[in-house]
T-cell receptor, first 116, second 112 residues
Framework: AQSVTQLGSHVSVSEGALVLLRCNYS??????LFWYVQYPNQGLQLLLK??????LVKGINGFEAEFKKSETSFHLTKPSAHMSDAAEYFC??????????????FGEGTQLTVNP | KAGVTQTPRYLIKTRGQQVTLSCSPI?????VSWYQQTPGQGLQFLFE???????NKGNFPGRFSGRQFSNSRSEMNVSTLELGDSALYLC???????????FGPGTRLTVL
């Protein structure tokens, strides 16, 4: 079975500061990893994904994440926070196997607040 | 290309009733998945359909069911609604069986 742990249900940063949202996963097979963002009263928007290949993945809006197999981590970072980054962020994992399809297992989410 | 659309966006029902939610995937996408989002349980997988066949099912009671049509559009049905079924129901589509999932805006279901 797979699982995702997001450390910190709430993270607060100042505008212009580094954003670091932590995600650790558990998977018995090489995982596919994702970060999604959710704004109020909206669905989930894909920020970035890791499937295979380069472990540093760049996404939209200046976000990036690094897959570290030895640490079973996939932390999300952004060098400089913007007010528009305030939202809830979800880390997710899928097995990437035919038998399990595209099924995603999500973390509990991290609410990011950006202070002016 | 239009994104995933879900109808209706908001729905209010009473206990014991049934409800049907609809999802139209991105054009060309053949896989549709459904998720339930609640403050207490977070995002939980309901089921996945690919080419009209259910490929995966989450740990939900049989009151939750779904189907997919030949045009890849999908519906989910919840019978005998309970208060705990109040949630945001999200649909996601992907091009292939292992593809990246793209989400719709969700249907907010309130059960009174």
């Amino acid at each position: 079975a797979q699982s995702v742990t997001q450390l910190g249900s709430h993270v607060s940063v100042s505008e212009g500061a580094l954003v670091l949202l932590r995600c650790n996963y558990s998977s018995s097979v090489p995982p596919y990893l994702f970060w999604y963002v959710q704004y109020p009263n909206q669905g989930l928007q894909l920020l970035l994904k890791y499937t295979t290949g380069a472990t540093l993945v760049k996404g939209i809006n200046g976000f990036e994440a690094e897959f570290k197999k030895s640490e079973t981590s996939f932390h999300l970072t952004k060098p400089s926070a913007h007010m528009s980054d305030a939202a809830e962020y979800f880390c997710a994992v899928s097995e990437g196997r035919e038998t399990s399809g595209s099924r995603l297992t999500f973390g509990e989410g991290t609410q990011l607040t950006v202070n002016p | 290309k239009a994104g995933v659309t879900q109808t209706p966006r908001y729905l209010i029902k009473t206990r014991g009733q049934q409800v049907t939610l609809s999802c139209s995937p991105i054009s060309g996408h053949r896989s549709v998945s459904w998720y339930q989002q609640t403050p207490g349980q977070g995002l939980q997988f309901l089921f996945e359909y690919f080419s009209e066949t259910q490929r995966n099912k989450g740990n939900f009671p049989g009151r939750f069911s779904g189907r997919q049509f030949s045009n890849s559009r999908s519906e989910m049905n919840v019978s005998t609604l309970e208060l705990g079924d109040s949630a945001l129901y999200l649909c996601a589509s992907s091009l292939e069986a292992l593809g990246t999932q793209y989400f719709g805006p969700g249907t907010r279901l309130t059960v009174l």
